[in-house]
């Protein structure tokens, strides 16, 4: 392994969090050579209360660093969502998480969304392309292309950079671009 390879190798663990799921991704990087070593969603079906969510949480975030043993651990941000009910689960969750991560000694970090989209080179859906698409196919069509079309957007670019993607979950694709972001900017 030569210097260059030293200075660019890493391991990261990578979080896409919701008040339903957990999406999770590791990924490797040794120089020039990025793998996907690891990808998941963990589902909270059944948890209807947040404790009973992040009981679970207490098991599996260390199970998984303790597993996967990465170099640093990439939380998402969370996001504005309308409804604070929703703002708030998301908040204890992502919070949660960030301290059993923290807990387990490995280097954290959060990312925004916009900032990981921003060095995929993802190019939001718009207005253009949806009043194109409300003028042949009508308004309530338009909004679930474009809705459809911003999760895809992040896939087709990704499965240029990771060759054995084959992934048709849009969070467990998100977690992947995540350590994608995590090995090619932290290392």
């Not at 990578?14 to 799921?21: E, G, H």
Request: aromatic fraction near 8%; charge should be positive; glycine fraction near 6%.
């Amino acid at each position: 392994m030569s210097l260059a390879d030293k200075i660019h190798s890493g391991t990261v663990l990578a979080i896409d969090p919701s008040t339903k799921s957990l999406a999770f991704a590791v990924v490797s990087r040794s120089g020039s050579q990025v793998k996907l070593k690891a990808k998941g969603k963990i589902n909270f079906s059944g948890l209807d209360d947040v404790m009973s969510k992040l009981g679970l949480l207490n098991v599996i975030v260390p199970e998984l660093i303790s597993y996967h043993k990465p170099d640093m651990v990439i939380i998402e941000q969370t996001i504005y969502i309308q409804n604070p009910q929703t703002s708030r689960l998301l908040s204890y969750v992502v919070g949660h998480m960030l301290g059993l991560a923290l807990n387990s000694g490995v280097k954290v970090k959060d990312v925004g969304p916009l900032e990981w989209k921003r060095w995929l080179g993802y190019k939001s859906v718009s207005k253009a392309e949806i009043a194109e698409w409300s003028k042949e196919f009508g308004e309530k069509e338009a909004k679930k292309m474009a809705s459809f079309e911003r999760k895809n957007r992040v896939k087709t670019i990704l499965q240029d950079k990771i060759k054995e993607l084959n992934e048709d979950d849009y969070d467990i694709i998100d977690a992947i671009a995540i350590a994608c972001w995590g090995v090619y900017t932290q290392y």
